[in-house]
Every structure is written in structure tokens, then in C-alpha cells.
């Protein structure tokens, strides 16, 4: 015995939904009490699941004083949900989409001046809280038969309960068309129970016995009961758990169908498959034939209207444009305003890699679609995005390349030769092509979105080859000509160093305009190498010195930036002043000492000892540390005189004995004289060499 499973069958993503929230919300809300109003889903087992959790099952609103309320994928009337709102009671609205579509349509059409008829069950809840959004004004029925029994108007709009059957549904319509002057049709039934029917229906035509697992008070799992008796399994049983089947169902049977209500969870199945299984008294071979799930987003747009008796059939290798109904894991159904909506598949989405269809699609976006197939008989429509996406893209492609304007495209992967892009085509960067000035690394490139400009476009090949030097060309030609013509000397720009050398640093001005920037304009002390101070990348503040634009040459200035330090020296100084310092130079005439950064002074030769220095570096080298007395102050000139012998003591004039007569002491005098003479003239010279300093 062959078991073969419908294709579609088990939870629909409404169900799937409901159920997450209900988990989520027990898990978020373990201290509160959980209601949900009337069973969650037609499943006993499902409901008893989550009555272990602490889920309680009530069916007044009038019960609940406190909680919270789940709402049911079937959705309540607004009457109900006002009641709970009034009352303070927290509410999370699980309502199906397709059914919350179903009632803002009720609504739309009452307010609009029609009367509404819904074509379902009326004890079932889904049809309850749909007469509710009519403001209970709708008329309910559940086959043509009652037609003929209703009031006659002139205007009536139509809609179905979402598990009702296309069939009855059609012939409803039908039967309408003669009864009234104005009739607008909105075909709510959802797509997921179309397919659910469809397979069940394909499937009951080939095999011996039909399972159907799911609720017995379920609509859906009873209207796929129904359809497969239609369809020439008269061996149809309705189960609603594994434990129900009974051997005797089998005798004779080859192929053995199963199939399961939207409400029937995947373990049930799977239950009912493996006890059907214990059945054979050889191998046997189970066929399961993966479901499609679908999963939609909550929030439903405003309804749109389509006459159900003038909807043209879409034409297969044409363009059209549709909402995006359903989004699903393995497809998107889009409303193109045919009697059922169209399919996209997995492939034909255009998905890139670790994608997902909620990640380029959404519930109500308006989309273009290539329509791939038609089959009328099934009602069905096959479309693409991929290739409507591609049609654009390549319409996009070649009106950029005949304006020569640029285009933005992220950069996918390094190939031999350059960079690949995604344009929504492939696009190719030569590598020649990537950057003004030559790149040994492309990998840093990865990820980066360029803006480019077209140079090769030959859509029969499918072969775009794209550069981004251009780009930069011309804004360097521009941003040159653009500071050439408008900077000025002594203007202070900002700027990021690109390189660094020896000399100095060359700094982007804008445009990847560089002027360079030497090394005696990066401080106000002195700077052995650029890179001292500066670093590749780094934003400064530069002020231009020169502009020469014949020779496309700009010279710049750092120190002239920031404060001087000269400028508030008279504030921290004063001539007298002791100090420490750092010997940086020692020259002929003496040596400089910095006594703060930017600031140094010089100690003459004679203002280095007491004694007569022949050498300075006799007394100091570079790099001692030295006390010293500020004797002269120029801030104006920048200029400061420094000693150290006047903070050393005076060495005692040598003893002498005592002259014996004048002539004695005629040349002791003369002798002090001119050591006095002596020293004076040092002193003296010494500030003739410091004026010249």
C-alpha cells in the first residue's frame, strides 16, 4: 500500500500565526492569566496543548475581568473587541489577515451603500465577526438555493467566508448577475485553502482510500471531506487523531490519500501516516511531498474592489503590476486583479544569497511581475520578478549609458582582472578602472557602494563593464577647477592628509585637490619627520600660503593654524625670570635652549661662564637640561636672551700681597682696571652678537 500526502495540507500560515502568538504571548506574560475567546483552532489536541500551558478557553467576553485575550484566527465582531477594550482588558489580536481583509471589505461595502452578502457558514465564527464588520446588516447563505428566497436591490456586494468553497462560491455569483443592477464581487476565499482543495481534489481522483485529518467542527477540514467524495474517492474517512484509523479501511488498497485540515498540526500527520504505516504487512513506501507554508504580515491595507464577472486574463511575457497578497517561505502570491491570485516561486524572485521572500517583499507593496503561465482551467497564474526586475534594470541600464549619467552599485566579489557589481544584472570594474591612482588590494573594495559610469553595455550579451575612475576624473577636473578659481592666500581650509614624506605631507583639499604642506609649516617648534605629528588620514585645518596655478602647485601652512605661543609669552615671562630648559643647538656665538615647545632662547657664549669660553659646547651639548635667567624679552621679534653664568656665582678676584711702594701699587690698579675693562667689553660685545642673532 502506497501512502501519498497532498501537497498542501496541514496548517495554514493564519493557523501557524495564531498559534505562535499564542506561545509568544504565554511565554511573555507567565504571571497574567491567558484567555483566548473559543477554541484557538478547530483541533482538540491543539487546544488541549495549550491548555497545559495555562491557556484557558472561554467563550462570553463577558467572563473576563482581567488578562489577557487572544484573539483567534477567526477574528471577533468590532462590537467584541470594544467590549474588552472598555473594560481594560489586554488584547493581542491574532486575526488572520485574509479574514481581517474579509471584514474591512464588509465594511467598505456597507459604507459604500451595498448590501452585503456573505457566502458561508453562518454558526461559524469567521462569518460572525464578518456580519459584525457589516454592522450585522449582511445577508449570510450558504448555497445559490436560498437566492431565489432573498429581497431584491439594486446594488449588492459579495464576499465569501475565506474557507468556502470556489465552486459553491461561483455559482452564488452567477445566480446574482440577473438579480440586481450594480454587483461588485471581492473573492475572499484564501489562497491557501484554494490549494489545500486543489491538491486534495488532484489527489482523491487517483487513489483507493482518502484520509482527511483534522477537527471534526472545522469548516475546512469538512469542506476537504466533501471535495473528496466530488472527486471519486467514495472511500473517504474523517479522523481527527491517529488512534481513529481502523485497519479495515485498507483491505484492497494500493493508493491510500492523505490530506488535513488547516488546523491539523505537521506531529498529527505525521502520527496518522506512521499508524497507517503499521497497517502493511510489507515495506512501505511513504511519498510526503513538502508542504508549502506560507507566512503573512499582519497589517492589511485598504481593500481594493474587482469585478469578479470582467477580470481579464493576464497574458503570458508581459509586464503587469500587482500587490503583494501573501509572503510565504517557498512563494508570494500577488493580487493582480485575476480571479486568483498569482504565484511567484522561489526561483523567480531574484533572491541573493542567506535572502529570504520577506526580505525583498512585503503584504500590500505594489510590485512588477513577468507572467510566466496561464492555466485557466486550474485558475492559476505563474509569475516572475526576477525577469520583470531584469526587463527594468536593463531599461534603467541603457538610459544611464545614453545620458552619460552615473549609476550606484555595491561591489560583490574580486575576479581576476577587476570587481564584480550588483546592478540588479552583473557589472564588471576593470581594474584599471577602479581608482585614479594604482590599487594593489581590491579585496578593501568589497562592500563598498561606487558611484560608476558605463562604458560597455551590450544587453544581447548581457555585458556591462562600468568604471569608477571615471567618476573621480571629473570630480578632480571640477574640485581643481573649482579651487583654483575661488581659494584664495591666507584662506584656512580643511583638509586630510593622504600622504606622508620626508619633506612633508601632501593634504586633500577637497576633490582630491593636494597642496603639500612642508615640514617647517607643520609646528611652531622644530619637526625631524612628518610623521612625527601627522598620520595618513587625519583631518586638519590648513591655511594656503601660495597658489600657483600654471603650475598647479599649493603650498600650505599648519602652524599658522594654531595659537603661538610667542603671542602670550609676556604673560607667563618676565626678564629676571629663573627658568629650565633643553639645550636643542649648540653653534659658534652660543646655544639655544627651549624653554617651553615653541619657545627658545639664546645663551650667548659670553653669558655661558664667568671664565672665557673659547668653544660653547665646551660648557653644553644638545640635550642638557639647564637652568637659566632670562635677561631680555622681545616677543615682537621673538627673540629671547638667556644666561646661565649670572645664576652661577661670581668667582673671589685672586689675593695679591700688598704694594711696597707707589710704583707697586700704580700696577696693581692698572691691573684691576682692565680686568674690569675686560669684562665690560665681553658684556658689550656679547650684545652686539645677541642683536644680530
Not at 511531498?289 to 464577472?309: C, F, H, I, L, Q
Not at 545614453?402 to 540588479?424: C, M, P, R, Y
Not at 639655544?592 to 650667548?604: M, P
Amino acid at each position: 500500500m502506497e501512502i501519498i500526502l497532498a501537497e498542501a495540507a496541514g496548517f495554514c500560515f493564519g493557523v501557524q500565526r495564531a498559534l505562535e502568538t499564542a506561545l509568544n504571548t504565554s511565554s511573555q506574560a507567565a504571571e497574567r492569566q491567558i484567555y483566548t475567546l473559543g477554541p484557538l483552532i478547530h483541533n482538540p489536541q491543539v487546544v488541549e496543548e495549550l491548555r497545559g500551558r495555562g491557556i484557558k478557553v472561554l467563550d462570553n467576553p463577558g467572563d473576563i475581568d482581567d488578562g489577557v485575550v487572544i484573539i483567534r484566527s477567526h477574528g471577533v465582531p468590532p462590537k467584541t473587541m470594544e467590549q474588552l477594550v472598555e473594560k481594560g482588558i489586554e488584547v493581542v489580536d491574532a486575526t488572520c489577515p485574509f479574514v481581517r481583509r474579509a471584514m474591512d471589505w464588509a465594511k467598505q461595502l456597507k459604507d459604500e451603500g451595498y448590501q452585503v452578502v456573505v457566502v458561508g457558514d453562518k454558526s461559524h465564527p469567521e462569518v460572525q465577526a464578518i456580519y459584525g464588520a457589516s454592522d450585522e446588516t449582511a445577508w449570510i447563505i450558504d448555497s445559490p438555493r436560498v437566492i431565489d428566497e432573498l429581497p431584491e436591490t439594486r446594488r449588492i456586494g459579495i464576499i465569501a467566508q475565506t474557507t468556502q468553497s470556489t465552486a459553491n462560491f461561483r455559482e452564488c455569483v452567477s445566480r446574482f448577475v440577473d438579480r440586481t443592477a450594480e454587483l461588485k464581487v471581492l473573492n475572499s476565499i484564501c489562497t491557501a485553502t484554494e490549494q489545500r482543495q486543489a491538491a486534495a481534489r488532484k489527489l482523491a481522483s487517483i487513489v483507493d482510500v482518502m484520509i482527511v485529518v483534522g477537527g471534526f467542527n472545522s469548516a475546512n477540514t469538512q469542506r476537504l471531506v466533501e471535495v473528496c467524495q466530488e472527486n471519486g474517492a467514495a472511500h473517504t474517512y474523517h479522523i481527527e487523531k491517529p488512534e481513529q484509523l481502523q485497519k479495515d479501511w485498507f483491505i484492497g488498497a494500493k493508493k491510500v490519500g492523505v490530506t488535513a485540515g488547516a488546523s491539523t498540526p505537521n506531529w498529527l500527520i505525521e502520527g496518522v501516516i506512521k499508524r497507517m504505516s503499521e497497517f502493511n504487512e510489507e515495506k512501505v513506501m511513504v511519498e510526503v511531498e513538502e508542504k508549502v507554508e506560507t507566512n503573512v504580515e499582519e497589517t492589511v491595507g485598504e481593500p481594493g474592489m474587482a469585478d469578479y464577472t470582467t477580470m481579464p486574463t493576464p497574458e503570458p511575457g508581459t509586464i503587469i503590476t500587482g500587490k503583494v497578497a501573501q509572503v510565504g517561505t517557498d512563494e508570494v502570491l500577488v493580487d493582480i486583479g485575476y480571479k486568483s491570485e498569482g504565484q511567484i516561486p522561489l526561483h523567480e524572485l531574484g533572491l541573493k544569497a542567506n535572502q529570504t521572500p520577506a526580505d525583498v517583499v512585503s503584504v500590500d507593496q505594489e510590485i512588477k511581475v513577468w507572467v510566466l503561465s496561464v492555466d485557466e482551467a486550474e485558475g492559476t497564474v505563474t509569475l516572475s520578478k526576477r525577469l520583470a526586475d531584469m526587463v527594468e534594470v536593463w531599461e534603467k541600464l541603457e538610459k544611464v549609458h545614453a545620458n552619460d549619467e552615473t549609476i550606484e552599485a555595491t561591489v560583490t566579489q574580486v575576479v581576476k582582472g577587476g570587481l564584480l557589481v550588483d546592478l540588479g544584472v552583473r557589472g564588471f570594474i576593470p581594474a584599471s578602472q577602479v581608482s585614479r591612482e594604482f590599487v594593489d588590494d581590491l579585496e578593501k573594495f568589497v562592500g563598498q557602494t561606487l558611484e560608476l559610469k558605463i562604458i560597455e553595455l551590450d544587453r544581447s550579451k548581457n555585458n556591462v563593464v562600468l568604471s569608477h575612475r571615471k567618476v573621480l576624473d571629473e570630480a578632480y577636473e571640477q574640485a581643481k577647477e573649482r579651487v583654483f578659481s575661488t581659494l584664495e592666500e591666507n584662506a584656512v581650509v580643511d583638509g586630510v592628509v593622504r600622504r606622508i614624506t620626508d619633506f612633508g605631507a601632501f593634504v586633500d583639499i577637497g576633490g582630491g585637490v593636494e597642496g603639500l604642506l612642508h615640514v617647517s609649516e607643520i609646528a611652531h617648534t622644530r619637526v625631524d619627520h612628518p610623521s612625527d605629528v601627522l598620520t595618513e588620514g587625519q583631518e586638519i585645518k590648513v591655511m594656503v600660503l601660495g597658489l600657483d596655478k600654471e603650475q598647479e602647485r599649493i603650498s600650505l601652512g599648519l602652524k599658522q593654524t594654531l595659537p603661538s605661543p610667542w603671542d602670550t609669552l609676556i604673560e607667563r615671562y618676565s626678564v629676571g625670570d629663573k627658568v629650565k630648559g633643553t639645550v636643542t643647538r649648540v653653534v659658534d656665538f652660543g646655544a639655544f635652549v627651549k624653554i617651553e615647545d615653541g619657545v627658545e632662547g639664546l645663551v650667548h657664549i659670553s653669558q655661558l661662564a664667568h671664565r672665557h669660553v673659547a668653544k660653547a659646547e665646551d660648557v653644553v651639548k644638545p640635550g642638557d637640561e639647564v637652568e637659566v635667567k632670562i635677561i631680555s624679552l622681545d616677543p615682537e621679534a621673538r627673540r629671547i636672551g638667556l644666561s646661565i653664568r649670572e645664576l652661577e656665582p661670581k668667582p673671589e678676584a685672586p689675593s695679591r700681597p700688598a704694594a711696597k711702594s707707589g710704583k707697586q701699587n700704580k700696577k696693581v690698579e692698572e691691573t684691576t682696571v682692565t680686568e674690569e675693562l675686560t669684562t665690560t667689553l665681553g658684556d658689550v660685545f656679547g650684545d652686539l652678537f645677541k642683536n644680530n642673532n
